[in-house]
């Protein structure tokens, strides 16, 4: 069994691709299709031992590069860190704020019923007090009647209408106002 040693990239956490070795079944009548690759920063040729393998001091290489990708990852993380904060002191703060909104949408909700219910209140006390107004007024309208007025007068009372002679009218010539102080003239 003949199998041959390839590179296959694996993805990594926080985006950064890492090699690996893997062992791989050998095609039969596959064409091999090079892939463009964008060039790294260290382009430069490691050094391979006869098996394939990497040297020790090739090991530590990327190591020490791995070290420094994951140290400077950290320090982005960091940074981005600060900038979440931000962003989650300013969500914070706009939910506060839309919170007292809606507390004093509730507010102003709940005074708004409240009137209504006055004012439904105030329209029945209306309602009633012209039903009592509206029977008063047919009670003086129904005490009013001239012959109720005339019977009470002439039967209770005593009085009587005027003769021919008891009514006098005169004019006078001063004013239109008459006072009761004054005589009377005679004609």
């Known amino acids: 069994m003949a199998r041959k040693l390839i590179k296959r990239q694996a993805g990594y956490i926080a985006g950064s691709v890492v090699t690996k070795e893997e062992l791989a079944p050998r095609k039969k009548n596959v064409q091999k299709v090079k892939r463009k690759m964008a060039p790294k920063k260290n382009t430069a040729r490691k050094p391979v031992h006869k098996g394939g393998a990497v040297s020790r001091e090739e090991r530590a290489r990327i190591l020490r590069e791995r070290e420094m990708g ?17 962003l989650v002191a300013s969500v914070a703060l706009f939910m506060l704020i839309m919170g ?13 019923n409240t009137r209504i219910h006055r004012i439904e209140q105030k329209k029945k006390q209306i309602e009633v007090l012209k039903q009592k107004n509206d029977a008063l007024q047919n009670a003086i309208n129904a005490s009013l009647d001239p012959e109720k007025i005339y019977t009470m007068a002439t039967e209770e009372l005593g009085m009587v209408y005027p003769g021919e002679n008891q009514v006098i009218e005169y004019k006078k010539q001063e004013s239109e106002y008459v006072r009761q102080y004054e005589n009377i003239p005679k004609h």
């Open 70 to 86: 994951h140290v400077l990852q950290q320090e982005r993380l960091q940074g981005k860190t600060s900038a979440n904060f931000a």
């Open 100 to 112: 007292g909104l809606c507390f004093h949408y509730i507010q102003l909700q709940t005074e708004v």
